[in-house]
């Protein structure tokens, strides 16, 4: 077996993860690759380097935000050193719509010395509100990914040069102001501290976990574990976001695979 499957996502509420993962077993059993995860999903995973060589795969998996790659990966990514490596580029977003989020991944991937040969755009359950995109990735999504996984494959070995051709906008989508909206908590909290070790930016204090500080990115990883649902958003520009994506974004979106 020469050279590694790099698995690498970012993926606060786990569907990235778990798209990720589905893709990444049968593309590493079809290309004969070691498999080695890195989590970008917490500080410490982020703050690590990756130097990839031209006999790995760097396989990468992320959450839209905005039509966006999410800007905390940025870091990440101008540091990546790929190589000569191929790459293969995963949009998970939740039912709305990718925008350039995939175009400017596969840009970005390509520019640090990848090849990126495959890419795919595939849904999860919006992170904001479960009536959309509810239950997904499911199982057919599942299935799905591992299809894209076989012909992913093939397309690096087929020696065809990246990067792939994939929808989306250069300039690509102007990024909304930030805002400084920070998730409230409810008498319904025990303490348990669960959404404090779930926190990508490792904002919620575990002296008090009702205490938010800034740099709150609306992932809704604390929302989600809560066991006591005493974690919400009720901040206005939220609701008005939510009640957009509940009128209009409830029907099917079905996954998009690119190869070169
Ligand atoms: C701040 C924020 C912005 C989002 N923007 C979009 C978007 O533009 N389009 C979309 O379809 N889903 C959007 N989503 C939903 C996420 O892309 C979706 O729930 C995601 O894939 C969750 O990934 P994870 O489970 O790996 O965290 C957004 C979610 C958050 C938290
Ligand atoms: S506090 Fe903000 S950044 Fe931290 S988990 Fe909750 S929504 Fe995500
Ligand atoms: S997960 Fe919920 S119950 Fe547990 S500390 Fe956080 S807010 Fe409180």
Redesign the pocket.
Known sequence: MSGTLHTVFFSPTSSSKKIARAVAWPLSQALGKELCEHDLTFPQGRNKSLHCTSDDIFLFAFPVYAGRVPRLLNSFLAQLSGGGARAVVLAVYGNRHYDDALLEAVDTIQEHHCDVVSAGALVAEHSLTPKVGTGRPDNQDLKNAEEFAHHAAQAALSGHAGPVTVPGKRPYKDLPPAMDIRPK?SD?????????S?CPMQI?SEDN??VVGQGCIRCCA?VK???????FFDQEPVLKIIGMLEEKCRDRREPEFYTV
């Open positions: 908590t319904a909290c025990t303490q348990c501290l669960l959404c404090v779930q919620i976990p009702a604390c574990a809560c066991p006591e649902q005493a974690k």
